[in-house]
């Protein structure tokens, strides 16, 4: 089964409005990555958080990570209509000889309206 | 995403067609990947490349056959598809496959939508 799995699978808010996906995973993790993905468009990496940090900031994102709980959170601040895009989280647990693999989530849809 | 082409953006083929993916990165690295990203479904690795040699290939069916003629390229020819393999199809690229403490940021590519009639 897949490593990472996102929250909300939908997010609906308004411009100016802060944004929290989270995501959980089941493995130990060297580190975990969120990606950014316009419609039918490839993927954008927005920020590694290595397992021995607790909280990364990056512009108006910010993520944390609890590896006790096994999960990580992404807070996108004062919101625009140009954030919305599918948001995912990857792992990179190791599972017997693929290491180095990413595990990506089903992803967070969020829409922000003007 | 210059740094990551892929082509064609978008490709309908019937299922007794061949056709091919190209994946080109500018980016010098050393690593390569093909994904596959179907609706409603998580990213599925297909297959992974290390300096043109591969080395994962993620239970893909054979109707699916990678090749990495040198760091830069990758391609995937197709043939003989299901229209289940309908999907948008992505490469990408990163520094090295792996390394001790992590894996190494990946860079994308548009994408190429592939449908199979």
């Known amino acids: 089964s897949q490593q990472g799995e996102e929250d909300p699978q939908a997010l609906s808010i308004q411009e100016g409005e802060n944004a929290t996906m989270n995501c959980s995973y089941k493995?130990?993790?060297?580190?975990l990555q969120w990606y950014r993905q316009n419609s039918g468009r490839g993927l954008v990496h927005l920020i590694l958080?290595?397992?021995?940090?607790r909280e990364k900031h990056s512009g108006r994102l910010r993520v944390t990570l609890d590896t006790s709980k096994k999960s990580s959170s992404l807070l996108i601040t004062a919101s625009r209509a140009a954030d919305t895009a599918s948001y995912f989280c990857?792992?990179?647990?190791?599972?017997?000889?693929?290491?180095?693999?990413?595990?990506f989530g089903r992803g967070t849809q969020l829409t922000v309206w003007p | 995403e210059t740094g990551v082409t892929q082509t064609p953006r978008h490709l309908v083929m019937g299922m007794t067609n061949k056709k091919s993916l190209k994946c080109e990165q500018h980016?010098?690295?050393?690593?390569m990947y093909w994904y596959k990203q179907s609706a409603k479904k998580p990213l599925e690795l297909m297959f992974v490349?290390?300096?043109?040699?591969?080395?994962e290939n993620n239970s893909v069916p054979s109707r699916f056959s990678p090749e990495c003629p040198n760091s830069s390229h990758l391609f995937l020819h197709l043939h003989t598809l299901q229209p289940e393999d309908s999907a948008l199809y992505l490469c990408?690229?990163?520094?090295?496959?792996?390394?001790?403490?992590?894996?190494?940021?990946?860079?994308f590519g548009p994408g190429t939508r592939l449908t199979v009639l």
């Open positions: 990408a690229s990163s520094q090295e496959v792996a390394r001790w403490g992590g894996t190494d940021t990946q860079y």
């Open positions: 490349y290390s300096l043109e040699e591969r080395v």
């Open positions: 493995t130990s993790i060297n580190n």
């Open positions: 990857a792992t990179d647990a190791r599972r017997g000889s693929t290491l180095g693999r990413l595990y």
């Open positions: 958080i290595r397992s021995n940090e």
């Open positions: 980016l010098g690295h050393n690593a």
